[in-house]
């Protein structure tokens, strides 16, 4: 008897202290993150958007905008829904627990008001030093006094119980109170976002069908742009090899100061020649192994090369908005932005080159280390090569597509002949 009612007690003091796994507050505290840069992102969008609008022309840079802004408001309708269906687990986990702890307390209250009056009923009869002292022997009056304490503490714990439960079961009902409230903002939202989407699909169509009839200038446009981007492709190359070439005299020339002098060979024995490492061997120097690894230790916290922007295109092949049975090849990322916005070096750097091609503005190449950064689409350009610069240092202003009506960058990032996702590398 004596033993049940402990284990029973501890049992029950495991359950109630056992709260239900749900949404974890980390999650939720990055999902309400993501919410709010999908929501800036949006926001900034329409912002571009209605710049564009001023021009009477439909623009595929206004259709680009569109896209983005439909596919991220996607996004926050699928994490407004996440976010649903994870407080319709928790509301669904606190109601069965209210529904438990109310069941208990009935329960534990029954069984006090019993103890409680079988203490009453027996108030009249011997006390306990009585009871005690009217045992056979020593070890029965020891039993006696433990049952005793045992019943003593039995009622001290069940009356804590009594008011753990109630104390849990409000708290459960004000946190339920409280997420049917907010599930029911939530709820608001997403109508209000599907609305949105159902007219952000309207304004895409009727872009897309309006560019159509412009398919023959959308043709000409896209083989300008390719050809601006080979040129560019071919002149970054021209760049690498060069850079190549350099870092590979560097560490010829390190090489030749760290090796032993020969010793003066002893008149009539010939000299013999000591076989040349062949110069495709040589490693990088330490100097840019170094600048190489801070580079890459900022990987996914570099700043963007613009103050306001939106990623508008990312990297590699997409299909054309437009032309069907079309693809086209992004070497990096199109940053939309603010007419006559600044362009920024996104790390320290030496300028390797400044290009000028006819007809597609300018763009910088920044060296650092193993890794270039390539910034196109520049209207002007204030750096030269050969120039070191700092971390957010302005390098120039991004260009405005008049036909397209959109002020644009380009961003590349390059680890020797190798082109790499600079999407991975800024900042979200």
Known sequence: ??????????????????????????????????????????????ELIKATGKVKSTSLGELKALNRKLEDRKR???????????????????DK?????????????????RIVRQAYMNRNQQSTLMLVFSAKD????????????????????????????????SDRRNRLETDLSTKRVLLGSEVKEKKQLSSEKFEQERTISELKKKESKLRKDLAKKESDSKKLSREIQRIIEREIKKERERA??????????????????????????PIAEFKVTPETKAISGK?????????????????????????????????????????????GAAVRAIFEGEVSGVIAIPGANMAVIIKHGEYLTVYSNLVSVSVTKGQ??????????????EADSKTEAHLEIWKGKTKLNPSEWIAR
């Open 138 to 169: 020593f070890q029965q009056a020891f039993k006696r006094l433990y049952y005793l304490k045992v019943y003593s503490n039995l009622r001290k714990q069940q009356a804590t119980l009594i008011l753990n439960t109630q104390t849990e079961l």
């Open 252 to 277: 010829i020339a390190k090489l030749n100061r760290e090796k032993p002098k020969e010793k003066p060979v002893k008149p009539g024995k010939p000299a013999t020649e000591a076989p040349e490492k």
């Open 1 to 46: 008897m004596k033993r049940s009612a402990r284990k029973s007690l501890l049992m029950l003091a495991f359950i109630f202290g056992a709260l239900p796994l749900t949404f974890s507050q980390t999650t939720k505290s990055e999902l309400e993150l993501e919410k709010r840069r999908t929501q800036e992102e949006i926001k900034k969008i329409t």
């Open 388 to 401: 070191r610069v700092k971390t957010g240092q302005s390098i120039g202003v991004a260009g405005m597509d």
């Open 76 to 94: 926050l309708i699928g994490m407004i829904e996440r976010e649903i269906g994870s407080l319709n687990n928790t509301i669904s986990s606190n």
């Open 97 to 113: 627990r209210i529904g438990t702890l109310s069941a208990e307390l009935e329960s534990l209250k029954s069984n006090y008001a």
């Open 295 to 339: 580079f890459e230790s900022n990987k996914g916290r570099l700043p963007w090369p613009v103050e306001k922007g939106v990623i508008t295109e990312t990297f590699g092949a997409h299909a054309h908005p437009v032309l069907k049975n079309i693809s086209t090849l992004n070497n990096g990322i199109d940053i939309a932005t603010q007419n």
